[in-house]
């Protein structure tokens, strides 16, 4: 599976984007579709993740964005809202067919990403 993540660019801070991930082929609802981010100096950290309907946050991303999925397009969404300016990062799409609940908020448990698309929030 390859996944090409679109959306990203420059907002000033209380502003949004919308995210896409569009996977190369059907994935079903159990895959596995998740976001990700690396900040400038950071490591990648875990934002969102849906499977089976199913949404999980990072509790600094919680209430602000929100994950979907539209799997007749093969293709997860995150919407950001209420950007602030420590939201600047790559954001990353990942998936994965064979995860485990609780291992969905590490880097190591998704098989394929994407390509990463910038996301810049000015004060």
């Known amino acids: 599976v390859q996944l090409q993540a679109s959306g990203g660019g420059l907002v000033q801070s209380g502003g949004s984007l919308r995210l896409s991930c569009a996977a190369s082929?059907?994935?079903?609802?159990?895959?596995?579709m998740g976001w990700f981010r690396q900040g400038p100096g950071k490591e990648r950290e875990f934002v969102a993740a849906?499977?089976?309907?199913?949404?999980y946050y990072a509790d600094a991303v919680k209430g602000r964005f929100t994950i979907s999925r539209d799997n007749t397009k093969n293709t997860a969404y995150l919407q950001m809202n209420s950007l602030k300016p420590e939201d600047t990062a790559v954001y990353y799409c990942?998936?994965?067919?064979?995860?485990?609940?609780?291992?969905?908020?590490?880097?190591?448990?998704?098989?394929?990403w994407g390509q990463g698309t910038l996301v810049t929030v000015s004060s």
């Open positions: 990942a998936g994965g067919g064979t995860l485990i609940l609780s291992t969905l908020r590490d880097v190591a448990a998704y098989d394929h």
């Open positions: 082929e059907r994935t079903g609802s159990r895959y596995v």
């Open positions: 849906i499977r089976s309907g199913t949404t």
